[in-house]
């Protein structure tokens, strides 16, 4: 069974500080997306990795693909009120069909 | 251009009645996906359909729940016999249908089920 596991689960922070989210597996995906979700809404997504050690920057969000592709982060620089969420890693289910597994989800609070 | 709309918004049911929740993909788009959300955390994949087939209807947690989908468009979810353990957000995504390795799912603010 394909699982993604994200830490931390929950993150408070002051407005201006970094921080990192991960999304680990132990099985290896071809790919991964990371989707932001705000209260009341769908997830939304914000990028999809495609190749291991792939680096992807959107403004001040960075997003890695490990190099075995079985893992990834998610780095926010000067965090924002605005970058409050649930930040939600997926993959596509290696089954063939379009099944895509969801991560645990990190909720996220970035206090003014 | 209209996104992925969910109705009703909110639903309160009493244990044991059916509950039928719709989906409107964005025109358009092949691929079709219902997931649970419990309690703000992760989504769980139900059943994704491809035109009017569902090739995978693995998530569906027991034989209570169904789904269908008409002319390759409109989506319905049904709960029959509802149970408490059934209140959830339940989230429709729509996409192209195209590779489904990049596959960017349009997600619709999903239905709120209670159940009492």
């Known amino acids: 069974t394909q699982l993604l596991e994200q830490s931390p689960q929950f993150l408070s922070i002051q407005e201006g500080e970094n921080l990192t989210v991960y999304c680990n597996s132990s099985s290896v995906f071809s790919s991964l997306q990371w989707y932001r979700q705000e209260p009341g809404e769908g997830p939304v997504l914000l990028v999809t990795v495609v190749t291991g050690g792939e680096v992807k920057k959107l403004k001040r969000l960075t997003f890695q693909f490990g190099d075995a592709r079985k893992d990834s982060s998610l780095h926010i620089t000067a965090a924002q009120p605005g970058d409050t969420g649930l930040y939600l890693c997926?993959?596509?289910?290696?089954?063939?069909?379009?099944?895509?597994?969801f991560g645990t989800g990190t909720r996220l609070k970035v206090l003014a | 251009g209209a996104g992925v709309s969910q109705s009703p918004s909110n639903k309160v049911t009493e244990k044991g009645k059916d509950v039928e929740l719709r989906c409107d993909p964005i025109s358009g788009h092949t691929a079709l996906y219902w997931y649970r959300q419990s309690l703000g955390q992760g989504l769980e994949f139900l059943i994704y359909f491809q035109g009017n087939s569902a090739p995978d209807k693995s998530g569906l947690p027991s034989d209570r729940f169904s789904a269908e989908r008409t002319g390759g468009s409109v989506s319905t979810l049904t709960i029959q016999r509802t149970q408490q353990e059934d209140s959830a957000v339940y989230l429709c995504?729509?996409?192209?249908?195209?590779?489904?390795?990049?596959?960017?799912?349009?997600f619709g603010p999903g239905t709120r089920l209670t159940v009492l």
């Open positions: 997926a993959g596509p289910s290696t089954s063939g069909t379009y099944k895509y597994i």
């Open positions: 995504a729509s996409s192209l249908g195209g590779s489904y390795l990049y596959n960017e799912q349009f």
